[in-house]
């Protein structure tokens, strides 16, 4: 684990000396792991998202009064999580404002946006590695799929989104925590009362095959030990 926490660090840190371009939260080595069969959306929800995600940031890039401010956007499920910082209350409301009227499909938005000057590109780097950390925490447990919950770090406040039980959601707010300089985890979830039945005889399967494969390869190990006693016994009647 320390040793991908490690590699998306200098990716990263490689990524703004290069580029000086903003930085994207996650790293795409750890995100790509998860695969769609695995979300709780369906594919439809997944490219709406996906699409209303692009929709979002093509709003402030094309907009002359925002696009030097420094916005980003984690959707789930059409809700929308913003970002990031506003030089003043006015330009905070107007992008606001312009959110709500240009992208009608949003279901809900979740203003984060601070008012002050934008956060340098070192301050969005520490962001980003603090969100790869808590992916790789995600990796290395069994009480959720990673893919369950999105993660979004500005200015060391970890943001958790995703559709998830009241277990799942504790489990992974205290992963999130456990993270270095993280300040506060803001739960975002929304809950579930039981897990999808679906998920859970895909589940109950795998462990069906796994106990299967287990004794398969429990009966080939007796019968190679059998195998190896009957050959030792010709090998010594050949012997004598």
């Known amino acids: 684990m320390k040793k991908i926490i490690l590699l998306c660090a200098l990716l990263v840190s490689s990524f703004i000396l290069s580029s000086c371009s903003p930085i994207v939260q996650g790293a795409a080595a750890v995100t790509t792991v998860a695969t769609m069969s695995n979300d709780r959306r369906s594919a439809g929800e997944i490219l709406d998202d996906k699409t209303l995600d692009m929709n979002l940031s093509n709003i402030v890039r094309n907009d002359s009064i925002l696009e030097d401010m420094h916005i980003n956007f984690m959707v789930y499920n059409e809700a929308v999580l913003m970002a990031g910082e506003a030089p ?58 990673p893919r369950h919950v999105l993660v979004m770090t500005e200015r060391r406040t970890v943001y958790l989104m995703g559709s998830v039980t009241k277990r799942e959601a504790e489990h992974a707010t205290n992963l999130a925590t456990k993270a270095k300089n993280v300040d506060k985890v803001v739960k975002l979830f929304n809950y579930l009362l039981v897990r999808p039945a679906a998920e859970i005889e895909r589940d109950n399967k795998k462990k069906v095959e796994a106990e299967k494969q287990a004794e398969v390869e429990a009966k080939r190990a007796e019968l190679e030990a059998e195998q190896a006693a009957l050959q030792q016994q010709i090998d010594e009647l050949n012997t004598n």
């Open 88 to 145: 003043s209350i006015e330009a905070r409301e107007y992008l606001e404002k312009q959110i709500k009227q240009k992208a009608p499909k949003m279901k809900q938005l979740i203003n984060e946006v601070a008012v002050m000057p934008n956060n340098g590109y070192m301050s969005r780097a520490k962001d980003g590695i603090i969100t790869v950390q808590i992916e790789a925490l995600f990796l290395d447990q069994e009480v959720f799929h």
